[in-house]
């Protein structure tokens, strides 16, 4: 219980920083999805805003809670995106994916003037890669390109076990544009940067939950209430 009350921490503090007319990314996930659910609640106050999710399931809570929606083809470029992590460095670097949207959530974010991560204090690490990495895949070559992806990453000193995620009832997990996730336990990332070019040279990976130079500033909610990390040097 303590956990869902710092989500909903960190959500309500980044609905301060949105304004009337805004064009909002929103983002994927528990800790995300209590920010759609506190927007909702100031659109229904009047607020006028116009967003773009970065999944259908985000897609479907807003529309319930009748939160206006547009597209990227029709509204190409955004002030502000509020998604979650799964992991933030003091560099402000992310792994994300977890709910499997990470290139959605990449797209929408670097469409934007600004992302603002929300997080609870768990997800804050001195180094990345204690939550699995995900990568996304296209289907056609996976195996090839599964082998590509453990070769780059052992260049790039990064091993670990590299395993395809499943459904909870034991099926492939599909994104929202039809590709595979693989999850890669690959501990310590020490050097993000390098595995990150190592992983985009293989044709069939698609995207990979390493943002990099991606998040302005991360809300983050612990026991002694919110704080703010800022990307170094801004």
Request: with cysteine; charged share 25%.
């Amino acid at each position: 219980m303590l956990t869902d009350a710092l989500k909903e921490s960190a959500a309500r503090a980044a609905l301060d920083l949105v304004n009337d007319g805004m064009r909002l990314g929103l983002g994927t996930g528990s800790t995300a999805a209590r920010f759609v659910d506190a927007l909702g609640e100031r659109v229904g106050q009047g607020l006028k805003v116009l967003c773009v999710p970065t999944s259908e399931a985000t897609r479907a809570q807003a529309e319930r809670l009748g939160i206006p929606l547009t597209t990227l083809k029709d509204t190409p470029q955004l002030d502000l995106t509020v998604d979650g992590a799964d992991e933030i460095d003091d560099q402000l670097r992310l792994i994300k994916g977890g709910g499997g949207a990470l290139l959605r959530e990449k797209i929408v974010a670097t469409a934007s003037n600004q992302m603002v991560v929300i997080a609870d204090e768990s997800k804050v690490v001195a180094t990345l890669g204690a939550f699995p990495l995900p990568i996304e895949v296209v289907p056609f070559g996976f195996a090839s390109t599964l082998r590509l992806i453990e070769i780059m990453s052992t260049q790039a000193g990064c091993e670990g076990e590299i395993m395809q995620r499943q459904t909870p009832g034991g099926g492939r997990f599909v994104t929202d544009q039809d590709n595979y996730i693989v999850d890669c336990a690959f501990g310590a990332i020490q050097e993000p940067e390098v595995l990150a070019f190592a992983l985009k040279r293989v044709p069939g990976v698609v995207e990979h939950g390493l943002f990099l130079g991606v998040a302005d500033l991360a809300i983050v909610a612990g026991p002694d209430g919110v704080r703010v990390i800022r990307r170094p040097g801004e």
